[in-house]
């Protein structure tokens, strides 16, 4: 379930109200619900006197950022030139079609999340895709479909979309 | 002042100025892209890029002179470091000039080609094909990323200038583009379509869609609302093709609202009337001018004396509305003339008159800027009076105190400092609770009361009944609120008041105006600059309508028809005698005509069938009526019921004058001929005066009907239309070197005793309070992309901004009724019911509901009580008792 509950008063009362507590306040929404929602920006906003737009503007400069909630796992799909040469974009079309997000977004059931990355650091094995974390290198249509059906598996009754979908 | 030497050469430069500004103001030229005058300096394009001795290459937008800097603008190692700046914006903007709407006004296209390029770097790098999808969504502009190069300037205006922050920056690297919350469409975030920032981006990123340059300009004032904003009409052909805002007034500084920069299609539309129509068999058949004048003048003929009245403009110049109450006062012998400042204004003149003997507001818009406190109060001001609105926007932003009282949540809340949100109906228990808190904490201005008011003591007993507990109740504000907003009115000055129909539109609208004007005058907010009780007049001229004296109890300049020394004065002027019984207002003409008292109307542009309360009784006394003449641009829902419909000429179309909400009397100048056989209205209310065998309605042109105002209103004397050229002149003027009056009461009231005097009050309630059977209080107003009915209707954008009307309901009560926000619903009062659809918001409190009247689909003022106030005969328009219901 995707977390959206936060505490604008604490969260207030612990950086202030000064402009340069934005960051910081942002930081901290988004560690503790994994990202910050139009709820939270809205709030941020009023609190600090500032515009909507402006976090925003804060929110989309920075990579560290994230606007939609995080999946339980999350898929980062290498398109950095190795992998990019090696059919990363196939790839990440794949999954893309698959999951019916695009780059940053979520499924709808909160199962996965499909991030674009630019070289994760091991071109020896690409194509790369890491999920959670955990590199998988030379990856193929297939072997994907199969990295998909077992995390999906491993929460039982959430990826039906994977089972049906794929081939 | 400092002089600074560029490229050799001496130049005095304003303290504060910057290079670039300094550089300008001489007349040379440094290339620049971000730098807008009306905006803080960004240095984000660094094209102005100049060479200082001593301190190397600087950004000249951003650097201030100095006394003795010697500045270059044109060294080998500026060109060199321009040209790099300039290639880099180039190559990520679209590059087919051609197809620009932009193409040769662009500035990036002269910055071009005065730097020049290095074609063959420029060919490998430049981009061939858009990248970002265009934003088609506003009905007015077009924003198209791929031509845009990030200067910022379109995020500095929304900021800066109209105080909202629609947009900005967003992403990073070569994806960075200007971007609304959420990267939406921009008609799904909160810009206001004002068109700012269009017309100052330098790129074709940002382009009024349809847009046809105009061959020629004419200077003009917005017919839309009483602020008055000053324009250029851009004319082609016949045709009015563009608007645009007039820097140097001091009424807009350049600025315009959605309205006023794009809502001129009614002008030029389709649908103007174009011939003048008789009814025959229930048809509207086409006439020539003189079959329909000849036939208005024999039939008026019949019914002179009180059995005829006549409505007049708030749309129509000074000169017209002049002479429609001279027509009726000397032709038609009654004093029945009114227009529709009965339905708005009516108590701030009452009011106003009383405590401080002028009925106009008491300082000029400018002063805004150096108000320490603003306290705003049933006034939606950014919505209705948008330009006003910005500047109230901006002085918060700059640290000035903003209060704002108003059942709804409205926009401008977002910018207050305290927010309060009363009940319909209760701003009198409100306000007097407000000057008994400034009353017992000693915050009041003990001098000013002493030296300048009367009747003090009868109104401070008349605190006694406001305890604050009781205040509270009535109004549903706490009681810290209110002793905040008190002591903050009170203390931070210069204090100025901002209001409008909120205050007015009620049963008790005088004593709501005159709770006011008490306020003021006990903190010694009056006659002082940014300081005073500024009434926003709705019309563009319904100040200058009631001027002009269409008002049943008064000649021009508000001099009474009872008085005998008044009256004679006008009768040797027009040579016959004047009634000097005081006529009826609007809403009693309607309910005299149902009685059969008044049988013949002449209404001038007022669509009063739609706007007057309990618009059923209205729609049957001009079916009772024996002879209805409208004189109209547009066939609007009140012409319908009328027997002849004289085609008028619209704003465009004629000289004159308007009076705005500041008392500023200013020109308007014919930029188009009539549309199709149109004429103005002043030569078609000669025209039935003289086919009735008047004398005295002989004018060539308005200036001359302007000299005989000036010669028979004292507070007119030094007015001419020579002397108006330019910004305009404030009233009262009383000689031809009189400069005009910003600001009224400085050394003495205008009261009999020039004192200014104070009204005790008492609580009232609204003359209908919710009960089982219709349990919701609804109250109304306007939307920002609407003005009235038949005028932004025909503007096909404004329409689809806002299409059609909805009721606000909040969730509590919505839930309570099982609505559902979208429904469609039926609401019922006990004058009528219509339908509409539900809009479900917190913006509105629970057991409040709020509706617009700007739809013949909606006609909400079916609802509406004709509970009148008694001292200024204003009907209750923002409360009446309903019932919603699902349909
Ligand atoms: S849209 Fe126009 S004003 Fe705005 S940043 Fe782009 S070029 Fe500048
Ligand atoms: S049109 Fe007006 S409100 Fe909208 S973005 Fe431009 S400046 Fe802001
Ligand atoms: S604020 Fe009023 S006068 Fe100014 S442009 Fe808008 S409608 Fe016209
Ligand atoms: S490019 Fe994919 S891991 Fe380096
Ligand atoms: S004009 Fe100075 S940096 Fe753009």
Known sequence: MVKEAFDIDALIERHGRERSSLIPLLQEIQSELGYVPKEAIKAVARELDIFEVEVYEVLTFYAQFRLTPRGKHVIKVCLGTACHVMGGQDIFNYVSQVLGVSAGETTKDGTFTLERVACLGCCGMAPVVAIDDQVHGRQTISKVEKLLREHAANDVGKGEHVTKDAK | MPAVYINGSKVEAKDGATILQAALDAGIYIPHLCHHPDLEPAGICRLCLVEVEGRGIVASCQAQVEDGMAVWTETPMVQKARQISLELLLTNHLGDCLSCPKDNEC?????????????????????????????????????????????????????????????????????????????????????????????????????????????????????????????????????????????????NEGQLCVKGRFGFGFINSPERLRKPLVKRNGEFVEVTWDEALDLVASKFSQYKGDQFAAVASARCTNEENYLVQKFARAVMQTNNVDNCARLCHAPTVAGLNIAYGTGGGTNPISDIDGASCIFVIGSNTTVAHPVVGTRIRRAARRGATLIVADP???????????CLQQRPGSDVALLMGMARVIYEQGLHDEEFIRERCENFEAFVESLEQFELDFVEEVTNVPKEKIIQAATLYATRKPSLIIYSLGITEHSHGAENVLALANLAMLTGNVGKPSAGVMPLRGQNNVQGACDMGCIPASFPGYQPVKDGAVRRKFEKAWGCRLSEKPGLTLVEMFQEALKGNVRAFYIVGMDLAYSMPNARMVWEALERAEFVVVQEILMTGTAKFAHV?????????????????????????????????????????????????????????????MDEIARLTPSFAGMSFARLEGAGIQWPCTSPDHPGTPILHIEAFNTPTGKGHFSPLQYKPPAEMPDDEYPLILTTGRSLYHFHLSMTRRVEGLLALHPEERIWLNPKDASKLGIADGDKVKVIS??????????????????????????????????????????????????????????
């Open chain 2, 645 to 705: 419909i004289l085609p008028g000429a619209s704003f465009a179309e004629k000289d004159g004058t308007f009076t705005n909400l500041e008392r500023r009397v200013q020109l308007i100048r014919k930029a188009i001929e009539p549309i199709g056989d149109a004429r103005p209205d002043w030569w078609i209310t000669c025209e039935i005066a003289k086919r009735m065998g008047a004398t005295g309605f002989d004018y060539s042109h308005p200036s001359e009907v």
């Open chain 2, 830 to 887: 006990r004058r009528g019911e219509v339908f509409t659809r539900a809009k479900v918001t917190e913006d509105v409190a629970p057991g409040t509901a709020f509706m617009t009247f700007h739809f013949y689909e909606t006609p909400t003022n079916i609802l509406v009580n004709e509970a009148l106030c008694p001292i200024a005969k204003t009907p209750e328009f923002k409360v009446t008792a309903i019932r919603v219901e699902r349909a």
């Open chain 2, 408 to 418: 709804r949540r409205i926009e401008l809340f977002n910018h207050a400092h305290v």
């Open chain 2, 107 to 251: 500035k990036l296209q002269e910055v071009a080609s005065y730097i020049g390029i290095n074609e063959e770097r420029f060919k490998q790098l430049r981009m061939l094909a858009p990248q970002f999808p265009l934003d088609e969504s506003n009905p007015f502009f077009l924003r198209d990323p791929n031509r845009c190069v990030l200067c910022g300037i379109c995020v500095r205006t929304c900021d800066e200038i109209q105080g909202i922050g629609a947009i900005n920056y967003a992403f990073r690297g070569f994806a960075t583009t200007i971007a609304t919350f959420g990267n939406k469409p921009i008609v799904e975030s909160n810009c206001e379509s004002c068109g700012e920032c269009v017309v100052r981006c330098p790129t074709g990123a940002l382009v009024p869609k349809n847009y046809r340059k105009p061959a020629k300009e004419v200077k003009s004032i917005c017919p839309y609302c009483g602020v008055g904003c000053s324009i250029y009409l851009g004319v082609r052909g016949n045709e009015v093709v563009f608007v645009r805002g007039d820097k140097d007034s001091p009424v």
